[in-house]
Nanobody, 115 residues
Framework: QVQLVESGGGLVQAGGSLRLSCAAS????????MGWFRQAPGKEREFVAR????????VYRDSLKGRFTISRDNAKNTVYLQMYSLKPEDTAIYYC????????WGQGTQVTVSS
């Protein structure tokens, strides 16, 4: 069982930056591929970014490439999502997930971008 706790969300003006964190429980964090998803009001949850257990490979939603960066610190059992040049359409609840045999989800953190 893996427990995930996101943090770092908040209210930011358009053009600003935020860094989200997702802290994971357990001793095998480096075994898990980690991902970020988001869900805007009235919309389905969508993929944002993913990083392999070692951190050597990343994948991004095409429309977010260049503005969002996923990274991880396996010594701290934490994955990050650095977001730059935020837009009002980035407003959503951001969730992290962990994948290894099963998929685990955090409770989400709200990001609101004002125009």
């Amino acid at each position: 069982q893996v427990q995930l706790v996101e943090s770092g969300g908040g209210l930011v003006q358009a053009g600003g930056s935020l860094r989200l964190s997702c802290a994971a429980s357990g001793r095998t964090f480096s075994s898990y591929a980690m991902g970020w998803f988001r869900q805007a009001p009235g919309k389905e949850r969508e993929f944002v970014a993913r990083i392999t257990g070692s951190g050597s490979s990343t994948v991004y939603r095409d429309s977010l490439k260049g503005r969002f960066t996923i990274s991880r610190d396996n010594a701290k059992n934490t994955v990050y999502l650095q977001m730059y040049s935020l837009k009002p359409e980035d407003t959503a609840i951001y969730y992290c997930n962990a994948e290894f045999l099963s998929v685990y989800w955090g409770q989400g953190t709200q990001v609101t971008v004002s125009s």
